[in-house]
């Protein structure tokens, strides 16, 4: 049974499966499709260099653009982005691209900034940024092709190569943030906002 209470389904713009789990979880029913934006050539055109602000920006542009086409309904963007010091991560592409993003990141501390936005009727009306910052262990190139080769595929499907949940977990030394900011949804803030409309039963 979901607790929304929301004159028309939630939507979430999303396919990942982390976030999708995240608010199932919660007890909150969606309905999930993916955001058909260009986040790239977004990113490029903002000018943005602010690992922070091009996650915001990315979360507002998924939002924005289901809306656009669902009248009446809440719709959650969601975006992470990965920054060791200025260095931004994208998704590895391949195996390959798995292995040399575990090999920068190993030994150091990187940031991963989780951005949430709400659009509805086309206008913004919550946003927000949640930071979590993980120091990975030093990992000789060995222990780095036999992660790569457990996980598999999976590594491929989140940026930084690497699911905390899973396997990913083996790599860190010290973790500095909540559970949901490293998943890729800052969960407790989007809970209050949610709230303060009457759109939860709890």
Known sequence: MSIWRGDHPLILASQSRARQTLLANAGIGFEAMPAEIDERSIQQRSGLSAPADIAALLAREKALSMSSRHAGHHVIGAD????????????????????????ALAGRTHALHSAVAIALDGRIVFEHVATAELTMRALRADEIE????VAGEVVTSSVGAYQLER???????????????????????????MRGQDLLAI
């Open 146 to 149: 036999a992660y790569v080769e």
């Open 167 to 193: 396997l990913g977990v083996h790599l860190f030394t010290r973790i500095n943030g909540d559970h949901f900011t490293i998943l890729g949804l800052p969960l407790l803030p989007l809970l209050e906002f």
């Open 80 to 103: 992470q982005t990965l920054a060791l010091e200025q260095k931004l991560f994208n998704k590895p592409a391949n195996r390959a691209q798995a292995f040399s993003q575990l090999q």
